[in-house]
């Protein structure tokens, strides 16, 4: 597929008024995933409630780490409902996007100060990473952030709710869905622009994968079957789930802004 532009990548894999998350030839999840969440908002306004929107992880218990394209506007856009007119919320620590777990409401919003819509390529950062702070510590075992980026050849899991076919089309599954796969060297994920601070993760037999929507959800490693944060879902370069390799925000990375967030640090609160 032709390189597209970034601010078309991400209005492609990341459309804001429909559910996000799409895991295709995934299956249904299994073990402890008490740190996923479902970040889901309010617009009353618009007549809408408790809409999953993205994925996330609980990094700390009053933190959950997203993609900053979950909660910010895409520049000129006019279609979809406003962050403003939101009010955004997460369940934590269950299987079921609809209920079970903890749930918490979001009191602020930290988006990584780098952050740009239309950015893209080695040299231009993307920083697509955002922080979500909540009304109260919930009760769930947060996500080890990995020690170090994960790197070509890396067996990761990816996880998210969603469409489950290969047209992203519905009916949306209730259940968590994981996928297995790898990360790739960042030349194949070039048609979606990867940048610095980004890792690939490749479409097992050319047709599985997160796609339009499988936004913040996040990519997994376990060591010693410990499971470890090594990124947030993106975006992609292909129409459909899991046509191309996918984008990941690589969550180490950014491990003293995200640190330094929960410390009462971060900058560029939405």
Not at 56 to 81: E, M, Y
Not at 102 to 119: D, I, L, M, S
Not at 229 to 239: D, H
Request: with cysteine; aromatic share 6%; glycine share 12%.
């Amino acid at each position: 597929m032709a390189a597209l532009g970034l601010a078309s990548l991400f209005t492609a894999s990341t459309a804001t008024a429909d559910v996000q998350p799409n895991i295709v030839g995934g299956s249904e999840a299994t073990g402890n995933t008490s740190w996923m969440a479902s970040l889901q908002y309010d617009a009353p306004a618009y007549g809408i409630a408790a809409h999953h929107t993205c994925g996330a992880a609980l990094l700390f218990r009053s933190w959950v780490v997203t993609n900053a394209h979950c909660v910010t506007d895409v520049p000129g856009d006019t279609q979809h409902i406003p962050t403003s007119a939101k009010t955004f919320s997460v369940r934590v620590g269950s299987k079921d996007r609809t209920t079970g777990g903890e749930t918490a409401k979001v009191v602020r919003v930290v988006v990584h100060p780098g952050w740009q819509w239309a950015a893209g390529a080695p040299e231009n950062p993307v920083d697509d990473v955002a922080m979500l702070q909540l009304d109260h510590a919930v009760n769930m075992q947060p996500i080890q952030l990995a020690g170090h980026a994960a790197k070509p050849g890396d067996r990761v899991t990816l996880y998210g709710w969603g469409a489950d076919q290969p047209d992203g089309g519905d009916p949306l599954p209730l259940k968590l869905q994981q996928l297995s796969t790898k990360v790739l060297a960042p030349v194949k994920c070039a048609d979606a622009q990867q940048s610095v601070g980004e890792i690939c993760t490749s479409n097992p037999h050319g047709t599985d994968g997160p796609g339009g929507g499988d936004s913040g959800g996040p990519a997994v490693s376990f060591a010693h079957g410990v499971p470890q944060l090594v990124g947030t879902c993106s975006r992609g370069a292909a129409q459909y789930p899991g046509e191309a390799p996918t984008v990941y925000t690589s969550s180490p990375e950014f491990r003293e802004w995200l640190y330094g967030t929960a410390r009462g640090g971060g900058a560029s609160a939405a």
